[in-house]
Structures are given as C-alpha cells and as structure tokens.
C-alpha cells in the first residue's frame, strides 16, 4: 500500500532527494490522475495548455532564467544551485526535493535550451525541462493546506469526500480531503504574492496587494477562483490572463465617444478636419492590469 501511495504524491520528508528530473517526476507524477479525469471533463488538457502546465518553458520564463542566471548568480556570489530558493519555489515547486546538484542541472538545461548553438541540444534540453511544472499534485497536495504540511498522498478537492463519489480514488488507494483553502484567494497568492499575505503593497506592491487594497477594499466579493476558474459544468483550469484576448476584454470596460469638428491650423491659416475623442476605460478586473 505504501508504495502505491508513495507512486502518487510528493515522498515523505525522510526520503533521499531526487538527483534526476526523472526521479523527481517520478515523485510527482500524475498519470494515473490523467488516466480517470481526461474522460470525467477536460480538466488535463485545459490545464496542460495553460501557463501553469508549462511554467518553465514558457519562452518568455525561459529567456529571463538564462539571463538571471548569467548575468546575475554567475557574477555575483550566487550559485546556481540558488535558483532553488530564487525562482523554482513559485515556477517547480517539486524541485523543494532535488537534490543541490539537480538544480544546478536545471539551470545548465535553461542556458542550453536558449543559448546553445545546436538546435537539436536546444530541443533536448527543452524537452526535459518541460517535465517540470505546476501540475495537479503541486496544487492538489503540496500547496493544498494553510500550514504547508500536506497529508503524503492525499488529494485535497473543494468538495470533500462526502460530496463527491468517493470509490474511484479509494479503489487507488488515494485519500480524498476537503480543503476550503483551495477555495481563497490566499491560496493563489502563496505564488502571486510570494509576501506573508497580511504584508500590504507599501513593502510587497503585486497583483495579490492590489486585489486586497483597490478591490475588496472598494466592495469587490469575488475570488481569484471565481473570475479565473468560470466554467459551466466544473471548474475551468485554462486560467486565462493577459494573452487571452476574450479574457482580458472582461477586464477592460472601454468606451468611445467621437465627435467630428474643424479648426484652423493656426501656422497655415487653414480651415481643417478635426475629430474630439472622450474615452472612459473602466478596469473590471480584481485587480491593477497589466500586472506582473
Ligand atoms: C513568489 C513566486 C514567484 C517567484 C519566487 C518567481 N516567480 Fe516568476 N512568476 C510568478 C507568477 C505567479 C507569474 C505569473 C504572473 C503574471 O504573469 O502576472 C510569474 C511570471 C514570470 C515571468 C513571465 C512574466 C511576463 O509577463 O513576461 C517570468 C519571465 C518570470 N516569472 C521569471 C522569474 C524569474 C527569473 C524568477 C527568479 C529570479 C522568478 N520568476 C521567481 C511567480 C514567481
Ligand atoms: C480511478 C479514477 C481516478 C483516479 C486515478 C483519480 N481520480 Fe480524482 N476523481 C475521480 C472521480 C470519479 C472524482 C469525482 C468527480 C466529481 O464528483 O466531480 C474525482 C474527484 C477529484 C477531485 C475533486 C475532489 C473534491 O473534493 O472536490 C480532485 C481534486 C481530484 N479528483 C484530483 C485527482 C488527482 C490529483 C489524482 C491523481 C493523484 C486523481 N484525482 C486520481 C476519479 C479518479
Ligand atoms: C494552479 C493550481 C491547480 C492545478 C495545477 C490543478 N488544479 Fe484542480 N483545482 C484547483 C482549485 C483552486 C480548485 C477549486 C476551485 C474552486 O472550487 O473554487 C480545483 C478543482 C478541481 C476539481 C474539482 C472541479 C469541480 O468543479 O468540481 C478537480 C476534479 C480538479 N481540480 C482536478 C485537477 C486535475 C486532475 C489537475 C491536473 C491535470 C488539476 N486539478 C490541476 C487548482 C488547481
Ligand atoms: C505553485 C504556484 C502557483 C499557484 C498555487 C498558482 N499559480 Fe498561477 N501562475 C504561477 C506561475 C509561475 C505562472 C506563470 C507561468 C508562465 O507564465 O509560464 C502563473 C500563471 C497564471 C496566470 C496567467 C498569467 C498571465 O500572464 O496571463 C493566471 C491567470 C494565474 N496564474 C492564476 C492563478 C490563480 C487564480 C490561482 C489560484 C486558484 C493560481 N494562479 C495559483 C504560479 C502559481
Ligand atoms: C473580478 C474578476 C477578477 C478577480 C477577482 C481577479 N482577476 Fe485576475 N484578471 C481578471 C481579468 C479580466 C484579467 C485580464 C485583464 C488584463 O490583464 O488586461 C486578469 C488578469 C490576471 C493576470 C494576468 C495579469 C498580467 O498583467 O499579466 C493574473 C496573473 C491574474 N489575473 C491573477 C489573479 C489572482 C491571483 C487573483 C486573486 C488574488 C485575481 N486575478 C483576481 C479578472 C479578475
């Protein structure tokens, strides 16, 4: 029964860390998750096309690794080994158990999947580095409670076992449990903040404080959740954001009003077309956009 459990989620703390991305995958990996929930909606493939099922080879995370990675730890006291505590912990946070010179590995792979001048190297590396992201485990366990101390093998949900069929996921030996922490917005701010999350925007300004400050604080009520997870049968996991054009016209209330008239174009003493333009956008977001 242990190993099954061990097969499904992060191992327990006493456990050697991992020394290659397999072996970290291996501590991680949701097959069996996509084996079941691929034909219950289309929660994977929403979720392996949005910006979390690919947190690190995003081109644009990739490019400014490689950057922070040459132009600041390698001339600087830092050591690679530091982007565990700098960059990974929000974009991989699996890699809390990879051993130093895993990381370091990692951050090898990065400078070669965007800097090495062979381009089957290049996609090699990618390739490898595309095994780690902000999966259903990383979420549905390791960030699943307000303490940061998960249940080893458990899946937390909305709704909790009573809610839900619990058999599918006894009969695989997986512990289902309630988590109303996945419900708050305090959950996503644990990566969208990346601050304690009383710390206010004068020391910590990010999308979470201004959701805090101009939002709720102005009469706002919705969740992170409830404007980026909409769907109509069951929670959306695209989490759509600024590259969604659909999504950011929700977020942007723009009204133009045009009037044309003349003047005179007083360095010619000429009589001209002219338009008068009132614009009034209106931000329905949570929060500040754009934001980073
Ligand atoms: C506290 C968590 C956290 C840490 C630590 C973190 N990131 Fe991010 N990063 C995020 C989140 C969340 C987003 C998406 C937010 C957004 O787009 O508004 C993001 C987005 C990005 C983007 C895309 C932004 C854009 O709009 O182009 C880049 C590039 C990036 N991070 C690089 C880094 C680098 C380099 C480091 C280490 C020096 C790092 N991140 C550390 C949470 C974090
Ligand atoms: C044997 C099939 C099966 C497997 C394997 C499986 N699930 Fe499920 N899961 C289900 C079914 C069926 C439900 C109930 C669907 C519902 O009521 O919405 C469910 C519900 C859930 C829920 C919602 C629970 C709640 O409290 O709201 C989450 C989250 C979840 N699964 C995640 C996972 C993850 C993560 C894995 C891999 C570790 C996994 N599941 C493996 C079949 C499975
Ligand atoms: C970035 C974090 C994140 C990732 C990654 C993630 N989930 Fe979720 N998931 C959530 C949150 C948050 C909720 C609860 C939303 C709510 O009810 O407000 C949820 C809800 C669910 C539910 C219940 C849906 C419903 O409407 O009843 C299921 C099932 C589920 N997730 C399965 C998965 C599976 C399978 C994966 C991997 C393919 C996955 N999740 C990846 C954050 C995540
Ligand atoms: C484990 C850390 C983590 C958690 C938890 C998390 N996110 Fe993210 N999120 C990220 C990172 C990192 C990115 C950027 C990935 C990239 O651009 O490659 C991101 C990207 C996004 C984006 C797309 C941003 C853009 O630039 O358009 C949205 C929207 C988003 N997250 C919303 C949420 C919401 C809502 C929650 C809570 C339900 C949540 N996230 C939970 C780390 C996290
Ligand atoms: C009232 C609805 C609403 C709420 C609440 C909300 N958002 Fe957004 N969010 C949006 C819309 C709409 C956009 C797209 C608008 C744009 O970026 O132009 C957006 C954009 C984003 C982006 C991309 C921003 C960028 O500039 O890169 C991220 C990341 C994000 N939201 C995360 C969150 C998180 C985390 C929370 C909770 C702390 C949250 N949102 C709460 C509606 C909302």
């Keep these: 029964m242990l190993v099954v459990f061990t097969a499904l989620a992060p191992q327990p703390a006493f456990s050697a860390p991992a020394t290659t991305i397999d072996e970290l995958v291996e501590m991680y990996k949701i097959d069996k998750c996509v084996e079941c929930h691929k034909d219950l909606n289309d929660i994977h493939s929403e979720w392996k096309d949005s910006w979390h099922g690919k947190s690190i080879i995003d081109p644009r995370v990739l490019k400014t690794w490689r950057t922070f990675i040459l132009s600041g730890l390698d001339k600087s006291k830092g050591k690679r080994r530091d982007l565990k505590d700098i960059c990974l912990p929000c974009h991989a946070p699996q890699t809390k158990d990879a051993s130093d010179e895993l990381v370091v590995k990692i951050a090898d792979?990065?400078?070669?999947?965007?800097?090495?001048?062979?381009?089957?190297?290049?996609?090699?590396?990618?390739?490898?580095?595309?095994?780690?992201?902000?999966?259903?485990?990383?979420?549905?366990?390791?960030?699943?409670?307000?303490?940061?101390?998960?249940?080893?093998?458990?899946?937390?949900?909305?709704?909790?076992?009573?809610?839900?069929?619990?058999?599918?996921?006894?009969?695989?030996?997986?512990?289902?449990?309630?988590?109303?922490?996945?419900?708050?917005?305090?959950?996503?701010?644990?990566?969208?903040?990346?601050?304690?999350?009383?710390?206010?925007?004068?020391?910590?300004?990010?999308?979470?404080?201004?959701?805090?400050?101009?939002?709720?604080?102005?009469?706002?009520?919705?969740?992170?959740?409830?404007?980026?997870?909409?769907?109509?049968?069951?929670?959306?996991?695209?989490?759509?954001?600024?590259?969604?054009?659909?999504?950011?016209?929700?977020?942007?209330?723009?009204?133009?009003?045009v009037k044309t008239t003349e003047y005179v174009y007083h360095l010619e003493n000429k009589v001209v077309p002219a338009v008068v333009v009132k614009v009034d956008v209106t931000n329905t977001a949570g929060h500040g956009i754009p934001h980073g």
């Excluded at 190297?121 to 595309?130: F, G, H, I, P, V």
């Excluded at 201004?210 to 929670?235: I, N, P, R, V, W």
């Design 109 to 257: 792979l990065v400078v070669t999947a965007v800097d090495d001048k062979d381009a089957a190297k290049r996609d090699t590396a990618k390739n490898e580095l595309s095994k780690l992201n902000i999966n259903c485990i990383i979420c549905h366990n390791l960030k699943s409670v307000p303490d940061g101390k998960p249940e080893a093998g458990a899946v937390y949900g909305p709704k909790g076992p009573e809610k839900i069929d619990p058999t599918p996921h006894e009969e695989e030996k997986i512990k289902s449990i309630k988590s109303d922490y996945l419900k708050t917005s305090e959950f996503c701010a644990q990566c969208h903040h990346g601050c304690p999350p009383d710390m206010p925007s004068s020391i910590c300004p990010t999308l979470f404080t201004s959701y805090k400050e101009k939002f709720l604080a102005h009469g706002g009520k919705e969740t992170c959740q409830e404007c980026h997870m909409k769907g109509e049968d069951y929670k959306s996991h695209k989490f759509p954001g600024i590259y969604e054009v659909d999504h950011v016209k929700e977020g942007i209330d723009l009204k133009l009003n």
